[in-house]
């Protein structure tokens, strides 16, 4: 009998981070459809890299890690992007992204539009609504596409209230960060709780499902009304890089699966965390390692909103 695979289809950057240690391949959207697949989903990345070295070696990368290249298009007007990143605060890493670069140019092709359209789930973030081809590829996307899960990303000044609002009014799941999550709520209402928030962004933009990550106080998720939560795991923190990316992944393949949702919140808290004990975006993760994690840390029980 075949297991069924999810097919997820993410969208928009994928570049290098350069960090003091060196380079390493990253990009929110390519950090997700990695561990996507490393968790057993059939996920593919929409995106554009230079005709160059760096682009060249971007490609085998996504090679070495199962992935397909046939969505990943080639320019020689732009170069392969890249990101100069700060890590001198560990737990709060900051990001200087060049522009324009190749990602800036992703055109609409036929075979992605009709793969956007067949797939189970399409994973798109703001940052790639910074430039206005790109941008305008994703609208067309976002039209065809099934169940949308935006991440945003606000990566000054590479965004605005309009920008965000559109694709708010996209998103069926919305993931973000504690941060991300107050200064959105600044825009659109009085800033509450964090219960308060997410149901004020629930009911103005018609997302039924909200997850919202709190660093090491773990991650509140709110679904159809109901409101989960799951703890932060203590770890011996290298870099925060990819973190959210890999929460993100984890959850979303446990929340296609059907897995209950706080099993699934757990679990994405404790990957999260486990990527924050490596350095660079991607490593490896297998289940045994997080299930050691979750085993070897005391977590409280998530609970449901009366």
């Known amino acids: ?17 350069m960090l003091p240690t060196g380079k390493m391949p990253g990009g929110a959207p390519m950090n997700v459809a990695i561990q996507l697949k490393n968790m057993g989903n059939n996920a593919v990345i929409i995106s554009r890299v230079g005709t160059d070295d760096l682009g060249n070696e971007l490609l085998r990368f996504i090679k070495d890690n199962g992935l397909s290249t046939q969505f990943i ?20 890493v900051s990001y200087k992204i060049v522009k324009p670069v190749a990602w800036d140019y ?13 797939s189970d789930c399409f994973v798109f ?7 206005e081809e790109t941008f305008n590829t994703l609208k067309i996307l ?3 596409a099934k169940f949308k899960v935006l991440d945003i990303n606000l990566r000054p000044p590479y ?6 609002t559109f694709l708010l009014k996209k998103a069926d799941f919305l993931k973000l960060n504690h941060l991300e999550l107050d200064e959105i709520s600044g825009w659109f209402c009085t800033k509450g709780t964090i219960q308060e928030n997410l149901n004020h962004l629930s009911e103005l933009f018609n997302i039924d499902t909200i997850c ?14 109901e409101f989960f939560h799951s703890s932060g795991f203590v770890v011996d923190v290298v870099d925060t890089i990819g973190s959210g990316d890999s929460f993100l992944a984890s959850f979303i393949s446990n929340f296609l699966k059907n897995v209950a949702l706080e099993n699934a919140l757990i679990e994405a808290c404790a990957v999260g965390a486990f990527v924050a004990t490596h350095h660079g975006a991607s490593p490896l993760i297998s289940k045994e390692q997080i299930q050691l994690l979750i085993n070897n840390h005391s977590v409280r029980v998530p609970f449901s909103k009366v």
Not at 77 to 90: A, P, Q, R, S, Y
Not at 106 to 111: A, L, P, R, T
Not at 125 to 131: E, I, N
């Open 212 to 225: 919202v990550t709190q660093g090491e106080d773990g991650a509140m998720l709110l679904h159809q009304k």
């Open 142 to 144: 976002l039209e065809v």
């Open 106 to 118: 992703i055109g609409v092709e036929n075979d992605a539009l009709e793969a956007v359209k067949h």
């Open 1 to 17: 009998m075949q297991i069924h695979k999810n097919k997820i289809i993410c969208f928009g950057e994928m570049l290098w981070d």
């Open 125 to 131: 973030g703001s940052l790639s609504a910074r430039s």
């Open 159 to 164: 965004y605005n209230k309009e920008t965000i």
């Open 73 to 92: 298009q080639h320019g020689q007007t732009h170069l392969t992007g890249v990101v100069k990143v700060n890590i001198e605060d560990k737990n709060n």
